[in-house]
């Protein structure tokens, strides 16, 4: 790729990018959230046609031009996109075959599909039947279909845009197995990812973008995390987690005996008698594996959650029930949910009108008018607050950068002034500089005596903001661990106690 501009309504995402691309390579294309990786793919992979961006592509040696994502595939490109793109409606073998269904005599052959579909899936380590509607799988699981859906294009360029963001570790080791294995094949692969432990395992090179320029391609080996921090955000970046000394009150809520079942199977108990409190001023991380049952926990509380669930809540000291996230919502609870295509934004309104959907009351009159003034003071306050990349408040938030959404999102709830705030998988696809900020700004809050539960799947930023870690496993609370200096093998060994146990 040489010299590729891209521009959108005037602004350059990218502003001259070069990329070489070897066979047999792995090339990560690392940067900050907005910088243009993802931009830069899209043009690879035929979803920018050509005519819409400047610059030159060249395939093996001939000019490459196409017009759409089948006419790259054609060429040998397939792309995994940051953002899920399967149609949740749909089964895992509808979606895997959505515009390439297997027909005979004009009548489409399931039994066919069925077992291509099972083949397909036990590459990527996936033991589910096909048929399975894919509502029931978690993030983790469809990202694996996607993976599988885009294996079975034969590429021989592949783009993976941040696949392992929400795997878990031996999802992410199959992944990494098979991009090792295509590798021999003589298969290249563009890796995007903000965990630089990945990608300082998988590949050859490493390529960094900031602000739609290249800074620098360099040989993976020998190169440290800190080598691609510092090229990445332009400055050394020495601490990670900015810890902060902060009081922590009395109890605010008090979680007993919550249970959460299964949508379709009444028997399996997805959280299982889990109680636990919350103090004033408190960062409460939880742990344990995706499919522990966390997320689902998090629902009960925000009164979010689908299906049958029971639980006892209260809040300072009075009984409290939820009946929906807006009641949640107006006793001052908020969340920031884990899979934000689905339950955190709407695509098409803009940066703003997103940012303020939720707290759309707090600028009316009493009249209920609207006052517009006082909603864009808000909007961007809290634009600037979290510097969320946008050129516009008014520009539709699916045109953001992933990592920008999930900041507007987070701006979304902070508006809300919340007492209780829930974050499941605050930083995920978000870069090392924002995190830091993330952090800063959840420090901030707990010292207002916001009280903040925090889901995530990265241990050392549970350990390195938590003040207690609860640590689940197969929906039971397993530990409730005081964070003082509290190790990974410790929370581990909680895990790997309940495994035992189990035995
Ligand atoms: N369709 C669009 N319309 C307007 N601006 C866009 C559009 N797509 C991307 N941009 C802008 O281009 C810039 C680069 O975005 P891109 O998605 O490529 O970033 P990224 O490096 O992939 O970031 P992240 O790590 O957050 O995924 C951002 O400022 C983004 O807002
Ligand atoms: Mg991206």
């Not at 080598?227 to 000394?245: A, H, K, N, Q, S």
């Not at 109890?251 to 959280?271: F, Q």
């Not at 003034?373 to 990349?389: N, Q, S």
């Not at 707990?446 to 640590?471: H, T, W």
Request: proline share 3%; aromatic share 4%.
């Amino acid at each position: 790729m040489r010299g590729i501009i891209k521009e959108f309504s005037g602004v350059r995402a990218l502003d001259g990018v070069d990329l070489a691309l070897s066979a047999g390579q792995v090339l990560s294309l690392c940067g900050e959230n907005g910088s243009g990786k993802s931009t830069l793919m899209k043009v690879l992979s035929g979803i920018y046609p050509s005519g819409e961006y400047q610059g030159e592509i060249w395939l093996d040696g001939a000019l490459y031009q196409v017009n759409n994502i089948k006419q790259a595939e054609q060429a040998g490109i397939a792309i995994i996109h940051q953002e899920l793109a399967l149609i949740k409606e749909l089964t895992i073998l509808e979606n895997l075959f959505l515009g390439d269904e297997i027909s005979q005599f004009g009548v489409l052959n399931h039994a066919a599909m069925y077992s291509r579909a099972e083949q397909m899936l036990a590459r990527v380590g996936l033991t589910i039947s096909p048929d399975t509607p894919l509502v029931e799988l978690g993030v983790g699981q469809q990202q694996l279909v996607e993976i599988a859906k885009a294996l079975a294009k034969n590429a021989r360029i592949l783009i993976l845009d941040e696949p392992t963001s929400s795997l878990t570790e031996s999802e992410t080791d199959v992944l990494l197995a098979i991009v090792e294995q295509l590798k021999e094949q003589g298969v290249s692969c563009v890796y995007i990812s903000h965990k630089l432990n990945e990608v300082l395992a998988i590949s050859d090179v490493v390529c960094v973008i900031r602000d739609g320029l290249h800074i620098g391609t360099r040989e993976a080996q020998g190169l440290t995390q800190d080598d691609i921090i510092t090229m990445m955000v332009g400055r050394e970046l020495t601490e990670l987690f900015p810890y902060e000394e902060h009081d922590i009150g009395d109890t605010v809520l008090s979680v007993a005996h919550a249970s959460a079942w299964h949508g379709s199977n009444r028997h399996i108990k997805l959280v299982d008698d889990v109680s636990f409190e919350l103090r004033a001023g408190e960062i409460l991380g939880v742990s344990g594996l995706v499919g522990a049952g966390r997320t689902e926990l998090m629902q009960c509380l925000f009164g979010s959650y689908p299906s049958r669930y029971e639980l006892e809540l209260t809040l300072d000291g009075q009984p409290l029930v939820i009946k929906s996230p807006s009641d949640a919502l107006t006793k001052g609870i908020a969340m920031v949910p884990e899979d934000r295509k689905r339950h955190g934004i709407v695509p098409v309104m803009s940066v703003g009108s997103n940012i303020t959907l939720a707290g759309l009351a707090s600028f009316g009159n009493w009249l209920g008018q609207l006052n517009e003034a006082k909603e864009h003071a808000a909007i961007d306050e809290a634009i600037a607050r979290l510097r969320v990349k946008t050129a516009s408040a008014d520009l539709a938030i699916r045109s953001l950068s992933g990592g920008n959404q999930q900041k507007a999102i987070l701006a979304k709830c902070l508006l809300l002034n919340p007492k209780i705030l829930i974050l499941d998988e605050p930083t995920r696809g978000i870069d090392v500089g924002a995190k830091y900020e993330i952090y800063k700004l959840m420090f901030e809050l707990v010292k207002q005596g916001v009280a903040i539960i925090m889901v995530s799947s990265e241990l050392p930023e549970v350990l390195g903001i938590s003040d207690r870690v609860l640590v689940m496993h197969e929906g039971k609370l397993k530990g409730n661990l005081i964070n003082d200096n509290l190790t990974q093998e410790q929370v581990m060994e909680c895990a790997l106690r309940s495994t035992t146990e189990k035995q």
